[in-house]
């Protein structure tokens, strides 16, 4: 009987998560936002907000799991990718707990951990569209790693949406403002950017802000659009996107089950827009579509105590509190960078 504390820290949420022999049993966060439209993400000033939630966060999870802290035996924490600055509060809080209870540190690589938190709902191997703040992939297993089969080429889809956001006025996450309101929206044409595998959102940003300014500005006569119709287009066009280059992974290498992860899966139009491609495959290969629920989509600690049980269970980037000095961050790990030595 193993219990697992897992860490997360790469970017917004500090979140701690309890896991007990492969069940959720605690899965506690706090986010980092903005109200007005003004604020973005500033590095230092997220880790200052994690290090002020830290202990409150800690609490509150051992006793959501019902648990003293001395019944810890693994402690997770989230590795990397992320923000140099919240991964150094993550490290320093996992490392600073194993020393004071002498149990073992798991480092774990944050991409990778929303994938296998998909055991938790049944994909055994499924075909990841990951859509979150930082990274959008299409992830899939093949001979030992987690290999990328599509990416964006530049920005991550959430934190476009969340610049869209921020330069409409509508703060930050935008994710959810835009969902609520493109649902009163119509289309407008906004370019398409899928180049092979790959997608790239830049371009399409410009194009969505220079629409808003025209708006702002009311300096052309001929616009027959307003923010809903932008919000909707901008979701119908960039979330076809990310279902047409995960069919064609799914194609490819032939897996049988689709699986969603990261904060923008929450959005129910890219859900069901992902549930309708998987449905329309019957003719070819049944897929199984799964989508964790929201508290597990989303950046928490409970993903990070889920693969850091596995990856103990099978010594997989496992040190003792006593060789503590040799983990550090890995700002920038790939997801193809982790060796998959547990499967
Ligand atoms: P993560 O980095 O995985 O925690 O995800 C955070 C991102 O998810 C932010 O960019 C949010 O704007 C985005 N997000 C959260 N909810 C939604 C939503 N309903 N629709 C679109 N994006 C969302
Ligand atoms: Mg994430």
């Not at 904060?263 to 449905?279: P, Y």
């Not at 290969?285 to 103990?312: H, Q, T, W």
Request: hydrophobic share 40%; net charge neutral; aromatic share 8%.
């Amino acid at each position: 009987m193993a219990i697992i504390l897992g860490i997360e820290s790469t970017a917004h949420t500090f979140g701690i998560g309890v896991v007990k022999n492969g069940k959720v049993i605690a899965n506690v966060k706090d986010a980092f936002s903005t109200s007005d439209g003004e604020g973005g993400m500033i590095p230092i000033e997220v880790a200052k907000h994690h290090v002020t939630v830290k202990d409150e966060i800690y609490l509150r999870a051992l006793e959501e799991a019902k648990i003293s802290e001395n019944k810890i035996d693994v402690i997770a924490f989230s590795q990397g990718p992320g923000l140099a600055p919240c991964l150094l509060e993550g490290m320093k809080f996992a490392k600073d707990l194993s020393l004071k209870l002498k149990k073992p540190l798991v480092g774990v690589n944050h991409c990778v951990a929303h994938l296998e938190i998909g055991r938790s709902v049944g994909a055994k191997d499924p075909v990841m569209l990951y859509a979150s703040g930082a990274n959008t992939q299409v992830i899939a297993y093949a001979s030992g790693k987690y290999r990328v089969f599509g990416e964006t080429l530049d920005v991550g889809v959430g934190n476009f949406i969340d610049t869209f956001a921020r330069y409409v006025g509508l703060g930050f996450p935008g994710g959810p403002k835009i969902e609520k309101i493109a649902r009163d929206g119509k289309y407008v044409e906004i370019p398409y950017t899928v180049k092979g595998m790959d997608i790239a959102l830049s371009g399409i940003l410009t194009n969505l802000k220079q629409k808003f300014d025209k708006i702002k500005n009311f300096d052309d006569k001929e616009i027959n659009y307003v923010l809903e119709d932008l919000s909707y287009s901008l979701q119908e066009t960039v979330f076809a996107m990310l279902v047409e280059v995960s069919e064609r992974a799914l194609a490819h290498v032939g897996k049988k089950e689709f699986l969603l992860g990261g904060g923008v899966a929450c959005n129910s139009r890219l859900q069901e827009m992902c549930k309708k491609m998987c449905d329309s495959r019957k003719d070819f290969e049944r897929v199984k579509y799964f989508c964790p629920e929201r508290s597990l989509l989303v950046d928490n600690g409970a993903m990070i105590a889920f693969l850091g049980e596995i990856m103990f269970e099978k010594k997989a980037n496992v040190f003792s509190y006593n060789g503590l000095d040799k983990v550090d961050i890995l700002p920038k790990q790939r997801t193809d960078d982790v060796e998959v030595i547990w499967r």
